[in-house]
């Protein structure tokens, strides 16, 4: 009899269990999808980041293998560019502008400077001491740009490439991702994921922070209004309180998952943000409403979704695996 009643509470308790992970997991729908797979890209090669010029219809993407696309229509067709780099072996990472002067980051060692909208573009020339590898690049104004490298190194330029000033001392190591806020901030999470280091301008080092969880960080970068967001394994979502780097909110997770990879967060207004992940994984958040929202339709694209990117409430882009692009369409997007 005791076998019997013990048997019967097992599937009980198993049986809630699984109910429990049912509940959990029906993260509801969004009402419409605003996002559209950009068709006849002319590369299967993985994009990694966009920008635009003065001229709102006109910009550039980059990506692995050196690939250079251009937009003169505001990102609705691209059509490839090809440089001469002499068949070296490229990846193009960061792409900034400033109206017509921009900037074009990447590895081994290149990078890339036009004054006339990407007309004409000319190599600078690098340091073989340089520590790391280019890794990002922010146009600041005439002349002007601030570079990372894979390390932490940080390094402004005011007279188009020609010197250098760093502005941090020491490197702070191999880096997963550097993300910079606008105010000239920058976050940094280490190659394993076990902490992230802060840097202000003014400081004369990274400032190291110990992860305020058991998991792996699997990026970080800064929300609208200063704040830190965290991305960690296992689909945990976090937010500190205010700009302090250390007072972290109580963790979220979108979907109820210990498998779930998420990879970027986007903010497409101050009040609304959207998440991608792994496997066609796409989760908006509106503050206002306090509900996660799954955007199922994007599921069937496949491959992983790397890097949100809004440049207005009405225009942004998602980018994903062997040249897979997604397109916002306000038009799509419930009131």
């Known amino acids: ?36 797979v950009l068709e006849n890209l002319p590369t299967e090669e993985t994009m990694l980041d966009l920008a635009f010029t003065g001229d709102p219809n006109h910009g550039w993407m980059v990506g692995n293998q050196a690939t250079l696309l251009e937009t003169t229509d505001g990102g609705e067709t691209w059509e490839r560019k090809e440089l001469e780099l002499e068949n070296e072996k490229l ?26 909208g990407g007309e004409h573009w000319s ?11 280019p890794y990002s690049i922010i146009a600041k104004g005439e002349d002007t740009a601030e570079m990372t490298t894979n390390v932490g190194a940080i390094y402004e330029t005011t007279n188009g490439g020609k010197n250098w000033q760093a502005l941090v001392q020491e490197a702070v190591g191999v880096a997963r991702n550097i993300s910079r806020s606008p105010d000239g901030k920058y976050i940094t999470v280490s ?31 800064f929300t609208p ?42 903010y497409r207004t101050e009040d609304e943000f959207w998440v991608s992940g792994g496997s066609g994984d796409l989760f908006r958040y509106a503050q206002t409403k306090g509900v996660w929202e799954k955007d199922r339709e994007m599921q069937n694209v496949p491959g992983n979704f790397y890097r949100v990117k809004f440049f207005s409430p009405e225009k942004g882009f998602i980018l994903g695996d062997r040249g897979t692009v997604l397109k916002y369409e306000a038009t799509n997007q419930a009131a």
């Open 91 to 116: 990846d193009f990472l960061s792409v900034s502008f400033v109206g017509e002067e921009g900037w074009i980051a990447g590895e081994p060692s290149v990078l890339l400077h036009t004054k006339d």
């Open 225 to 266: 209004d200063g704040r830190v967001w965290l991305l960690a394994r296992g689909g945990q979502v976090q937010f500190t309180e205010s700009e302090d780097f250390d007072s972290w909110q109580e963790p979220e997770y979108p979907e109820f998952s210990s498998s779930k990879g998420l990879l970027d967060i986007g």
């Open 191 to 221: 190659a394993r994921g076990n902490f992230y280091s802060t840097w202000t301008p003014g400081d004369q080092a990274w400032q190291a922070h110990e992860r305020n969880t058991s998991r792996r960080v699997q990026n970080m970068g």
């Open 1 to 36: 009899m005791s076998i019997v009643l013990r048997n019967i509470k097992q599937f009980v308790l198993w049986s809630a269990i699984a109910l429990f992970t049912v509940s959990c997991s029906q993260v509801p729908s969004t009402e419409s999808n605003p996002w559209r």
């Open 123 to 133: 190599r600078i020339p690098l340091s073989k001491k340089l520590p790391g590898e």
